[in-house]
Nanobody
Framework: QVQFVESGGGLVQPGGSLRLSCAAS????????MAWYRQAPGKGRELVAV????????SYANYVKGRFTISRDNAKNTVYLQMNSLKVEDTAVYYC???????WGQGTQVTVSS
């Protein structure tokens, strides 16, 4: 059974940092490109970042480029999202997902507020 368990969210002040983690199971993690998505209140789910199966390439949405970094540890079946210089508009529930599979985790809430 494919599962994603996101963690690391919380309340942070503007300009602060958080590191999200996503533990994956139920499939061959090292074979799949992985992505982080987010969904803000009242808005649709949007793509934040993608990382190739071997971690060799990454891509980012323009609104997080230069502030967020996606990475992965295939030995731990885990993908990460380092978020720096957080803004109020980054407030959302963050989800990880295999690019090629239609399963979602429960997400982790990130709230940026002073």
């Amino acid at each position: 059974q494919v599962q994603f368990v996101e963690s690391g969210g919380g309340l942070v002040q503007p300009g602060g940092s958080l590191r999200l983690s996503c533990a994956a199971s139920g499939f061959t993690f090292s074979s799949d490109a992985m992505a982080w998505y987010r969904q803000a209140p009242g808005k649709g789910r949007e793509l934040v970042a993608v990382i190739a199966a071997n971690g060799g390439s990454t891509s980012y949405a323009n609104y997080v480029k230069g502030r967020f970094t996606i990475s992965r540890d295939n030995a731990k079946n885990t993908v990460y999202l380092q978020m720096n210089s957080l803004k109020v508009e980054d407030t959302a529930v963050y989800y990880c997902k295999s690019v090629s599979r239609g399963y979602w985790g429960q997400g982790t809430q990130v709230t940026v507020s002073s």
